[in-house]
């Protein structure tokens, strides 16, 4: 699960590398804080991240990152909106929430290196500027294998 977590933060947190200073925003560190399981197909997650923000002021808004596998749509996870302050490494206590589309079964059977190997991961974040200049920006079939790593990497 904390592989996950820090799965869904680095995806947003790529995607948002796409103008100037943004580029260099970089999660240092995540930690689930709590989760509360909501049935067998749906949690909420109370995550902590460590995020060093050398640009200005984003509030980042609308994020939605999908997994999938062999075109199936597997889980979504949504991020609450938050506002990474500027120029500054900061601890953001963050909520999202998470729901599988597939059934337990189904999820267990996928669960090796299969969906490791051959999964995707499509992601949409909204940034906003203090001023009210805004971008969506969406990445889509971003490889699962190369974000595991990059998580890795962050531990």
């Known amino acids: 699960m904390r592989r996950l977590i820090i799965l869904t933060l680095t995806v947003m947190l790529v ?24 049935g067998l197909k749906a949690a909420d997650i109370e995550l902590a991240a460590e995020i060093d923000n050398p640009a200005a002021q984003l509030k980042l808004s609308d994020m939605v990152i999908v997994l999938k596998n062999s075109g199936k749509v597997i889980g979504r996870v949504t991020v609450d909106p938050f506002t990474l302050k500027g120029r500054t490494t900061q601890v953001y206590d963050m909520k999202a929430h998470m729901k599988l589309e597939v059934g337990l079964r189904e999820l267990t059977s996928m669960l090796d290196r ?28 971003i490889p699962l294998k190369k974000l595991i790593n990059y998580a890795n990497e962050k531990k």
């Open 15 to 38: 995607s948002l590398t796409s103008c100037g200073k943004f580029k260099d925003i970089s999660l240092n560190s995540a930690a689930i804080k709590n989760i509360s399981l909501d």
């Open 114 to 141: 299969t969906l490791i190997e051959t999964g995707v991961v499509d992601v949409t974040v909204k940034g906003q500027l203090r001023g009210g200049l805004s971008k969506t920006i969406t990445k889509n079939d």
